[in-house]
C-alpha cells in the first residue's frame, strides 16, 4: 500500500469527518508538499521536513503545524494543544465543513512552507537536571571545610549529584561517615565521583 493509499485508508476510516478531511487533503496537496503517514496520521513534509499533518478526534478534526509557533496566526486559529508542554507545535480545530476556509489555510500552510525552505525551527529545550539535596551529614562537613564547601561548589551540577547520591544511598550512619572520607580529596581536587572510570573507558 503506497502512502497516498494509507491516507485514503485512515480518511475512510473517519465516517464523521470524511469529507471533511478530504478537502483539508485537496488543499494542502495543491501545495509542494509529499504526503506520507507516520505515527499512523497523515503528514505532509518538504525535503523530508515534517510541516504539517491532519487528523480526526471526538469532537472536531483539523491540521496541525510542527512548527507552528513561527507561524504569525494573524486570524488566531492555532491553538497549543498541549500548554507547557509542546513548544513548536500548533492545531487548527474545525467542528464542521463549513469552517474550512481554502484561502486562508494556504496562507499558513505556505507560510510554513516557507520558514522550513528558511532552516526555521524552534529547537527543543533540555530537560533541567535538577540536584537533589544536600545531606546533612555532608553539610556538617562543609561547615567544618569552607574549602570543602567551595570546592564542591565549583563542581559541575552533574558531579555534585553524583556525590550527594553517593553519600544517601548509604543506610548505616557509619557507611556515611566512611564515604564522606573517602570523596572529600576527591572534592578538594574538583574531581568527580566516577571520573576514574570515565577516563579508563
Known sequence: ???NEKVTAFI???????????????????TE????????????????KN????????????IW?????LLKDQHGRLVNAQEGKTMAMRQWRMESEEEIDEK???????????????????????PVRK?????QELKDRFAESKELAMSFKDLTPGKQKEYIEFVDAAKRAETKMARLDKIAPMILKGLGLNDKYKKSS
Open 12 to 30: 475512510n476510516k473517519q465516517p464523521r469527518y470524511k469529507t471533511a478531511l478530504t478537502k483539508l487533503r485537496n488543499i494542502i496537496l495543491k
Open 51 to 62: 510541516i504539517l499533518g491532519i487528523g480526526a478526534f471526538k469532537n472536531y478534526f483539523g
Open 104 to 126: 486562508m489555510l494556504l496562507l499558513y500552510i505556505q507560510e510554513a512552507i516557507v520558514n522550513q525552505k528558511m532552516g526555521k525551527f524552534i529547537k527543543p529545550s533540555k
Open 131 to 135: 540536584t537533589p539535596p544536600i545531606p
Open 33 to 48: 508538499v509529499e504526503e506520507t503517514v507516520k505515527w499512523g496520521m497523515p503528514v505532509y513534509t518538504v525535503d523530508n
Open 1 to 3: 500500500m503506497t502512502a
Open 65 to 69: 503545524f510542527y512548527q507552528g509557533a
